[in-house]
Structures are given as structure tokens and as C-alpha cells.
């Protein structure tokens, strides 16, 4: 039990496009879900808390404006990545807290590749 | 603000000795302390979890220890195995369930 899935598990895109990434709980209902990105042999950052139904909120320095946050439903949340430049290059990763507990389940990651 | 530190950064241990990863933190209302492993690539996994009013838990060969009072939690790995090669992250809760991690532990076995 308690499995995240995300998709897309890649992508690559041109500078200046957008790009969506679908995080969603597969067996269980969470209210909250987490967004983080990880750069190459660091830890995680989180980027933003997204409650169901509520607007996220963001960390301290990453733009509310570029990284859209939705939670639209008890098992998915969806992140989009608008205007993405080079510098947006990097693996996301989705977790989702099972309700009732602390515990946060993660996704397999995306990686983004913006050329 | 709150952080974690996680040390030591890489830990060599030999097959079927125990390893031991330590982490302090800054925020005395964190309340909940997860461990994760992740291999290369890979999302991370939960191995175990101390919640504030336990002071140990232990689960097969892995065990977690918790000092409330020093603000200090580590991870305990007896009888290594290479499965157990990856990196380990500490992490405490803070408000709204999020987590603050720490840098991460490269943990490697050698045979």
C-alpha cells in the first residue's frame, strides 16, 4: 500500500515552454502533498506544500509564478513548470502524506531536461 | 532558522559491520523523525520513523535512537549488507508535515 506515482518519469523541452508533472496517490487519500526538486548527489529541497482544495505555499525563494501548483483532488497534485529555462534542469520529486499520519510517501521523480 | 545536520557525509563500512548515522536539529517543536534510503536515481524510501515520546525503536537490523534533550537522533545498521549500499537522509518534522532534511549519508559496503 501507500504508492505515489508520477508522470511523466522524463522530459525534455525547448526553453520557453511549459511542462506538467502529475503526482498522484495510487491507494490512499492525501491531503497533502509536497513538491521538492534535487540536484545531483544533494539532499532535497522542498519548493512547496499543496493542501487539497487551498492554495500551496511556497518555500522561501522559489517563484509562486513559475512553479504552478494545483490540488485539485485527495490524489493528485500537478506542478507545472512555466517558461522553463535551463536553469529549471533537474529532478522533481512529488511525496504525498498519508492522512492520518506523518509520513510522507514519495513518487519516482521527473527529471527535466530543458534544452 | 531550523536545519538539520547529518554526519558523517560518506561512511566505508566492511560487510557485516554496523554503521551509524547521526543527525542533530535546531527546532525543539519537531516532533517526528524519518530515515530514507535512496539508491541512484531512485525515489526516496521510508526505513523507519521515532516520533518525539519514543526514545528508541528498532526494526529487524536497523534501529533508531532519539535524545530529546541533546536534540539529537541517529540511525543504527547492524550486520551490513551490500543491499544496504545507498544514501541515508535524516530528516524532523517541522509545521504543516513538512520535513527538514539533512545533506545526506553515503553509505558504501564493502565486501
Known amino acids: 500500500g501507500a504508492v505515489v506515482s508520477q508522470h511523466p518519469s522524463w522530459v525534455i523541452c525547448k526553453s520557453g515552454t511549459s511542462v506538467k508533472i502529475e503526482c498522484r496517490s495510487l491507494d490512499f487519500q492525501a491531503t497533502t502533498m509536497f513538491w521538492y526538486r534535487q540536484f545531483p548527489k544533494q539532499s532535497l529541497m522542498l519548493m512547496a506544500t499543496s493542501n487539497e482544495g487551498s492554495k500551496a505555499t511556497y518555500e522561501q525563494g522559489v517563484e509562486k509564478d513559475k512553479f504552478l501548483i494545483n490540488h485539485a483532488s485527495l490524489t493528485l497534485s500537478t506542478l507545472t513548470v512555466t517558461s522553463a529555462h535551463p536553469e529549471d534542469s533537474s529532478f522533481y520529486i512529488c511525496?504525498?502524506?498519508?492522512?492520518?499520519?506523518?509520513?510522507?510517501?514519495f513518487g519516482p521523480g521527473t527529471r527535466l531536461t530543458v534544452l | 532558522g531550523e536545519n538539520v545536520e547529518q554526519h558523517p557525509s560518506t561512511l566505508s563500512v566492511q560487510e557485516g559491520d554496523s554503521a551509524v548515522i547521526k543527525c542533530t536539529y535546531s527546532d525543539s517543536a519537531s516532533n517526528y523523525f524519518p530515515w530514507y534510503k535512496q539508491e541512484l536515481g531512485k525515489r526516496p524510501q521510508l526505513i523507519i520513523d521515532?516520533?518525539?515520546n519514543v526514545g528508541e525503536k528498532k526494526d529487524q537490523r536497523i534501529a533508531v535512537t532519539l535524545n530529546k534533550t541533546a536534540k539529537h537522533f541517529s540511525l543504527h545498521i547492524t550486520e551490513t549488507q551490500p543491499e544496504d549500499s545507498a544514501v541515508y537522509f535524516c530528516a524532523a518534522s517541522r509545521s504543516n508535515y513538512q520535513l527538514i532534511w539533512g545533506a545526506g549519508t553515503k553509505l558504501i559496503i564493502k565486501p
Open positions: 521515532i516520533r518525539s
Open positions: 511525496s504525498a502524506r498519508l492522512q492520518g499520519t506523518d509520513t510522507q510517501y
